[in-house]
């Protein structure tokens, strides 16, 4: 496993920062950090800063927007912010970028959760 999270809660927003290469194989143990984030904190605003994360391939990002919509039907307002240059690109390539919010930096994701 490749990728690691940590998070902070900041505003009643839960900031969680995803790092290293998510793959296809790391579904499982993303779902279940993210779920095990929200119980702990009750939040429903989720941040995901995208800034430490180095690869996302397109599997992984199929299964990363199943959780993403499982997520916002069960309530949680969820954005992204700070792309990685990998990341990013794959976003533009999948025309994801115009499905999801998506800021440039934390703070103006953060400005937006407040609403």
């Keep these: ?9 900041e505003e009643n927003i839960v900031i969680v920062f995803p790092s290293g290469s998510f793959e296809m194989e790391d579904s499982a143990y993303f779902e279940k950090t993210v779920s095990d984030i929200i119980s702990e904190t ?3 605003k989720l941040l995901l800063n995208m ?7 397109s599997t992984a990002l199929n299964l990363f927007i199943g959780v ?9 307002r969820i954005v992204f912010c700070s792309l990685s240059k990998p990341v990013e690109t794959l976003f533009n390539i999948t025309s994801l970028k115009l ?12 400005q937006y959760l407040k609403k």
């Design 68 to 76: 993403y919509n499982r997520l916002l039907k069960s309530g949680i």
């Design 51 to 57: 800034s430490m994360l180095e690869y996302l391939n």
């Design 99 to 110: 499905l999801v919010p998506i800021y440039p930096t934390e703070w103006d994701a953060i």
């Design 1 to 9: 496993m490749e990728i690691n999270f940590k998070h902070i809660e």
């Design 42 to 44: 009750k939040t429903k």
